[in-house]
């Protein structure tokens, strides 16, 4: 079973180049998460989907938008990277709306932005 | 809001030895309580969760964890560290009501020594 896959793994950026992080899951989860992790910070999370045609935004949206494509995929985009944007990137799914239930998640994004 | 404190930055144990992690929430109503383990390079894995009942809660890889709604707090524990515990663990508290999110603690290094 793949679970969660992300691509890429790694990611060079420079400052206002656009990219979009891709994520899938094969467990036909209903949600689906994007979260970073910064050092000291823990994770936190970006933006969610509760369900397939759902988004909304959570502790850190800033910068970011996403699309929820399909009940499997949920992708993240940079429209101008920034510096401060350089972090790892999670994707994460879970079978009900709210977290009561375990998270799946993917290996991450490592993005840096020079 | 919902909060979590892992006041433990880096703990190195030995191998063989005994392993408490601490973790303390904050939050209103009794919470769901996780904690997760990641490996270098790797995504968050599962290690048990709680959400009612009893307070003391066995997980995967000989891990257990106690609830204490006194204290507001969620250790985790380990009677025998291995050398492949090695890894950072975060404590996370999901919200039983209202907004749809997961908040984590900023993680715990640990290192285990021969």
């Known amino acids: 079973n793949a679970g969660v896959t992300q691509t890429p793994k790694f990611q060079v950026l420079k400052t206002g180049q656009s990219m979009t992080l891709q994520c899938a899951q094969d467990m036909n989860h209903n949600s689906m998460y994007w979260y970073r992790q910064d050092p000291g910070m823990g994770l936190r999370l970006i933006y969610y989907s509760a369900s397939e045609g759902t988004t909304d935004k959570g502790e850190v949206p800033n910068g970011y938008n996403v699309s929820r494509l399909n009940k499997r995929e949920f992708s993240l985009r940079l429209e101008s990277a920034a510096p401060s944007q350089t972090s790892v990137y999670f994707c994460?799914?879970?079978?009900?709306?709210?977290?009561?239930?375990?998270?799946?998640f993917g290996q991450g994004t490592r993005l840096t932005v020079v | 809001a919902q909060s979590v404190t892992q006041p433990d930055i880096h703990i190195t144990v030995s191998e063989g030895a005994s392993l408490e992690l601490r973790c303390n929430y904050s939050?209103?109503?009794?919470?769901?309580l996780f904690w997760y383990v990641q490996s270098p390079g790797q995504g968050l894995q599962l290690l048990l969760k709680y959400f009612s009942g009893d307070t003391l809660v066995q997980g995967i890889k000989g891990f257990e964890a106690e609830f204490k709604r006194s204290q507001s707090s969620f250790n985790l524990r380990k009677p025998s560290v291995h050398w492949s515990d090695a890894a950072e663990y975060f404590c996370a508290v999901g919200a039983t009501t209202g907004a749809n999110n997961l908040f984590f603690g900023t993680g715990t290094r640990l290192t285990v020594i021969p």
């Open positions: 939050y209103g109503a009794t919470p769901y």
């Open positions: 994460a799914s879970s079978e009900e709306e709210r977290q009561n239930t375990e998270a799946f």
